[in-house]
């Protein structure tokens, strides 16, 4: 028991160093791995090692400062490769991004958060980063209002708990009975929109993207800039489209209509496996 006590803070300790180069800035020191996982010097460093030398980690030559290692976008590529949303939509998705010209997202629940599987960008979205692997709040945003529209107001409250919810911005929704008024309107006209409630200047149209059984496994969204989305002007467009999408992906997955939904069950804080 003790040996596999050790073991297993030995790979805690691993995973939280791979974490802080996650979190942390583009590339860090010995020390500033140390401080952020409140490891002691000697560890950090022992560690980075081990992991510089399995390929999760990579260390530059002349500053000595650590990054994460490419080794892991293989890893990724696999954990996506082998997700049947991420598989039945990429192609999907891309496309939209094409033909909108706005960024395409597709999400999933995980506990309390959204998690991206994958992003395109269109020609009039562009972003300096990579989404796909990213979290966000769910009730801040197009996405998770999608995806919260899979579960009841018991069950909602449940994956957020609190009478407040945090704000983002001054748009932000921040209690659950306007987060209700939210969901029922989803669920009403089959999308949900986000205007600058997750972040100032951009806007997003979502909707739900179903499985086999009817549940809400996913969630499908175009965003971008304000001037971009244009809802007063684009509302019906981007709808018809996303909604078509989504739809398409939903069949994918086995889904064929309204009448073999059935209620969402929290019995694990993932909404996919």
Do not use: W
């Not at 980690?57 to 002349?62: G, K, M, Q």
């Not at 991206?116 to 989404?131: D, I, K, M, Q, T």
């Not at 989504?246 to 994918?252: C, F, H, L, R």
């Amino acid at each position: 028991m003790a040996a596999e006590s050790g073991s297993n803070q030995s790979v805690e300790r691993a995973l939280g160093v791979l974490r802080a180069l996650s979190a942390g800035r583009s590339e860090m020191r010995v020390s500033d791995v140390a401080k952020a996982t409140g490891l002691g010097l000697s560890t950090a460093s022992r560690l980075l090692a081990t992991l510089e030398s399995a390929g999760f980690v990579d260390r530059d030559p002349i500053s000595g400062l650590y990054r994460l290692g490419l080794d892991l976008v293989s890893l990724g590529g696999s954990v996506l490769n082998n997700h049947p949303v991420h598989r039945e939509a990429r192609q999907t998705a891309q496309n939209l991004a094409a033909e909108l010209g706005l960024g395409a997202n597709v999400a999933v629940r995980r506990g309390d958060r959204l998690f991206y599987l994958l992003n395109f960008e269109g020609r009039n979205a562009p972003r300096s980063f990579v989404l796909g692997g990213q979290y966000n709040p769910l009730h801040a945003t197009g996405l998770g209002k999608a995806l919260l529209s899979g579960l009841t107001a018991e069950q909602r409250r449940s994956v957020l708990p609190g009478e407040t919810l945090p704000a983002y911005t001054p748009r932000t929704v921040t209690n659950h009975e306007q987060l209700d008024e939210e969901i029922a309107r989803t669920l009403a006209r089959g999308y949900a929109t986000e205007i600058e409630e997750l972040a100032l200047g951009r806007a997003c149209v979502a909707t739900p993207i179903r499985d086999g059984s009817g549940a809400v496994v996913a969630g499908l969204s175009v965003s971008g800039p304000l001037s971009a989305i244009d809802l007063a002007q684009r509302e019906a467009e981007l709808v018809r489209a996303v909604i078509e999408a989504a739809d398409s992906i939903s069949i994918g997955l086995g889904y064929v209509g309204p009448a073999h939904v059935t209620p969402q069950r929290l019995s694990t804080p993932e909404a996919v496996s």
